[in-house]
């Protein structure tokens, strides 16, 4: 299974993986899966650092090797899906991330509930 990681999803595997629910831990490090970090979630955390809403302490490119994740570029294609997403959730990464799961047919690790109302596949 192709799995997309979430931004918070991401953070914790690197910082604090005991939040991270057991049954998407076993998903994540899972060798018939392939985990991919987007460059959405690098977008969000890079954003967010130099807003200082987070603090980094870590080169994000490096800890995607690091981790055994892959890197996931964005897409046109994975864009276009925006127009026909309904306003369940307001924050544009997220909505950008579940564009891409829908278009590429990739899962999503994530624990935020609001994922569930799209037409995405969860893990």
């Known amino acids: 299974m192709n799995i997309i990681v979430d ?4 953070l914790w595997a690197l910082a604090s993986p005991d939040r991270i629910p057991e049954e998407q831990i076993e998903q994540l490090s899972s060798k018939a899966n392939r985990v991919y970090v987007s460059a959405v ?10 807003i200082g809403k987070l603090t980094l302490s870590f080169d994000p490119l490096e800890m995607i090797e690091q981790c055994d994740f892959e890197r996931l570029e964005y897409s046109c294609e994975d864009a276009a899906i925006l127009k026909e997403l ?3 959730h307001r924050d544009p990464f997220d909505r950008m991330l579940i564009a891409q799961s829908m278009n590429r047919k990739y899962a999503i690790s994530t624990v ?6 799209y ?3 969860l893990v």
Request: aromatic share 12%; charged share 25%; hydrophobic share 35%.
């Open 112 to 117: 935020d509930s609001r994922f569930r109302m």
């Open 7 to 10: 931004t918070h999803v991401y």
């Open 119 to 121: 037409d995405c596949r």
């Open 41 to 50: 979630t690098v977008s969000e955390i890079m954003i967010k650092a130099s």
């Open 86 to 88: 309904p306003f369940h």
